[in-house]
């Protein structure tokens, strides 16, 4: 079996409500990654000082300095941060939120070896924004935990429901209207494949969107019409071909 890889993209429409709310996931995405980045550079600032002989015993936040950024260290911050007073505004959004913002910094971190440079930080003045978040499943019914679709017969339009976080004790769904042009049978089959990720993002213009990343198995075939050269590698002689 081999296991392939894909994504598609819807138009969405929230509305006033949703649009606040999309603005909260926005700003914890923006904030969980600055404040990593920032404390990165921070420690990595005073790292230098104290190897060039700068005195910073005085520096109240001085913690162990670690040159490599580690995303499970971070996580586990992450909500200590959010069960605390000053930064509980952040469960007024789901956590898996926050999860995926500090794997994109740990990915940002990953890609310097590569020449894409040092991570910058994410803006509230740019208009483009996004967010992502990892898809859990039910283990009772195999299901997509929150994610599901009300499609109307005929139609090009229905209503996406996502996962909001717990409310008042209670499991809240957000309800968002979606276009689904072009893409009625892939939902109606949504249930056979296996979806990982989605991402809501705004652009320049103000228009929302979302896509899934997903994935499914597929039985690999061999063309049996191409010829097949072997080819044996041997110790005497290095290579001989059939």
């Keep these: ?15 006033k409500k949703g649009i606040e709310y999309f603005d909260k996931c926005f700003s914890v995405n ?13 420690y990595n600032d005073l790292n230098w000082l104290s190897y060039y002989g700068v005195d910073i015993t005085n520096k109240e936040e001085v913690k162990p300095y670690k040159a490599y950024f580690n ?14 007073e000053r930064y509980g505004w952040m469960k007024e959004v789901p956590a898996n939120i926050r999860t995926s913002s500090l ?21 509230k003045n740019n208009p483009i ?4 978040s990892q898809i859990n499943y039910n283990s009772s019914n195999g299901k997509p935990k929150g994610i ?3 499609i109307k017969d005929d139609s090009k339009w229905g209503y996406l429901y996502l996962p909001h976080p717990t409310v ?3 499991r809240v769904k957000f309800k968002v209207k979606v276009n689904i042009s072009g893409y009625r049978d892939m939902i109606n089959d949504i249930d056979q494949v296996k979806l990982s990720y ?28 191409k010829e097949i050269l072997g080819v044996d590698m041997g110790v005497i002689r290095p290579i001989t071909t059939s």
């Excluded at 909500?79 to 605390?84: E, G, I, R």
């Excluded at 910094?105 to 894409?116: C, P, Y």
């Design 148 to 150: 599901s679709f009300s």
């Design 30 to 42: 923006r904030f969980i990654y600055n404040h990593f980045l920032g404390q990165h550079v921070y």
């Design 103 to 123: 794997e994109s910094l740990d990915n940002a971190f990953k890609k310097i070896k590569s020449g894409s440079g040092y991570p910058k930080f994410k803006s």
């Design 168 to 170: 008042n004790g209670k």
């Design 198 to 225: 989605f991402t809501v993002s705004k652009n320049s213009y103000g228009h929302y969107y979302i896509s899934f990343s997903y994935s499914f198995e597929t039985q690999e075939v061999i063309d049996t019409n």
């Design 129 to 132: 924004q996004s967010f992502s």
């Design 1 to 15: 079996m081999k296991k392939i890889n894909r994504a598609f993209k819807l138009r969405i429409y929230p509305d």
């Design 71 to 84: 995303r499970y260290d971070s996580s586990r911050e992450a909500t200590k941060m959010s069960n605390s």
